[in-house]
């Protein structure tokens, strides 16, 4: 069966387990049958309606606080778009037919994130494991005591794991933090190059702890040339910044050496093999010789530059892409290739975050890339870098970090 014919609501429906979506604003989007049986509600009593409206905690018991809990992990996950296997804990359920009379009810709830095609979290998947019966097995019958010893010891054990979730979540933000300091830190400043005008751009990934290993690199060359490079690490925090900036440096220090923008990546994947964590990292490398008006590039698996010409066409600079840094077994020479130019075009070099997308071909996003820059054809490289973040970016960011370079020719 092809999936196209899969009824994913049948199979939603069906499942037997207690499963809710909700927006990201915490409204019950859909629940299945077997969460309507569980909770004792109806449909119309639960869809369209907010958590904290169809399930309030108990205000007789102000200890019980599950369903703020719950409400908490919702909002983190929305926000960061990790998944969160909450901790076991108690939220009492009020009967549907006796208002104000709540049963005692114990729970293993999954919070986890769905994604839209931009990147950003639409959804939030819920699914409840009600474990009270195994809690009142454990406990025995006409053992009250027992069980109230069984629930001390279950709620300490998960306030427990609750207390190191936190502090994980805050060492994480903590990370993310640094990590972002330090790669800001090892990105250049735009300068003049030649009297070229020249903008860069980074913005980190939103809904996630740890920036990643984005990065850009141009500075003047001998012989009246310009070297242009972005590239990727696979991986995020602190260890991909740190590889972040070894690469950039390499390719720095090789493109001043090297015949080419092919011979410097090769000697980047040469010095990429001996750092750990910078295996399949992506790299791409332009030369522009400002006196013959040619472009020279190499790229290691990364996404094309593009050529904005001066009559609005955007050509895709796609003839010397090779694989990732390290992803051969052995080191092999590079492919280069170049191109022609004339004054007044624009050399826009970004990494992925700008125009991938989940669940969407790549081309997809260059097509996007490149109406986008026929729209701003006439735009200087810091208005053109903030239009294109503008109009390529959601409103709520990407999960992926974006490095952006712009030249104008």
Not at 16 to 33: C, I, K, Q, R, S
Not at 202 to 226: H, K, M, S
Not at 242 to 267: I, T
Request: hydrophobic share 40%; net charge negative; with cysteine.
């Amino acid at each position: 069966m092809e999936p196209s014919e899969i009824d994913y609501e049948a199979v939603f429906q069906a499942l037997p387990g207690a499963v809710a979506l909700f927006t990201t604003d915490l409204v019950y989007a859909d629940v299945n049958e077997a969460f309507l049986r569980i909770m004792g509600r109806t449909r119309e009593q639960v869809v369209g309606r907010h958590l904290a409206d169809v399930f309030p905690d108990d205000p007789k018991s102000p200890t019980v606080t599950g369903m703020r809990q719950l409400q908490d992990s919702l909002r983190w996950v929305a926000t960061t778009g990790y998944r969160d296997a909450m901790t076991l804990h108690r939220y009492d359920v009020e009967y549907p037919d006796r208002s104000g009379i709540w049963e005692e009810r114990y729970w293993s709830p999954i919070n986890v994130p769905i994604f839209g095609p931009d990147g950003r979290v639409v959804l939030l998947l819920h699914r409840e494991e009600d474990i009270t019966e195994l809690i009142r097995a454990r406990s025995g019958p006409g053992s009250g005591e027992r069980r109230t010893v069984l629930e001390a010891e279950l709620f300490t054990r998960a306030r427990e794991l609750q207390e190191v979730t936190q502090r994980l979540r805050q060492a994480h933000a903590r990370e993310r933090e640094v990590a972002l300091s330090l790669q800001q830190a090892m990105l250049p400043d735009p300068r003049p190059l030649r009297h070229h005008r020249s903008a860069v751009r980074y913005r980190p990934a939103v809904g996630a702890l740890n920036v990643c290993g984005d990065w850009y690199d141009l500075f003047d060359l001998p012989g009246d040339r310009i070297a242009v490079a972005v590239g990727d690490v696979v991986g995020c925090g602190l260890a991909a910044a740190g590889v972040m900036g070894q690469l950039r440096s390499a390719l720095s220090a090789a493109s001043r050496v090297a015949d080419g923008p092919a011979q410097a990546l090769h000697a980047l994947d040469l010095y990429a093999r001996s750092v750990d964590g910078a295996e399949s990292a992506t790299a791409v490398l332009s030369v522009i010789d400002c006196t013959n008006r040619t472009i020279a590039y190499s790229s290691a698996g990364h996404p094309p530059p593009a050529v904005l010409h001066p009559d609005g066409a955007v050509d895709f600079l796609d003839q010397a892409t090779d694989p990732p840094l390290g992803a051969r077994p052995e080191p092999f020479p590079r492919i280069q290739a170049e191109t022609a130019f004339t004054e007044g075009a624009a050399l826009v070099l970004y990494t992925d975050g700008l125009i991938e997308r989940r669940c969407e071909d790549i081309d997809v996003g260059e097509t996007r890339l490149a109406d986008a820059l026929t729209r701003h054809q006439g735009a200087g490289p810091e208005t053109l870098a903030d239009a294109l973040l503008a109009d390529l970016i959601p409103p709520a960011g990407t999960t992926d970090d974006t490095a952006l370079v712009i030249l104008r020719l």
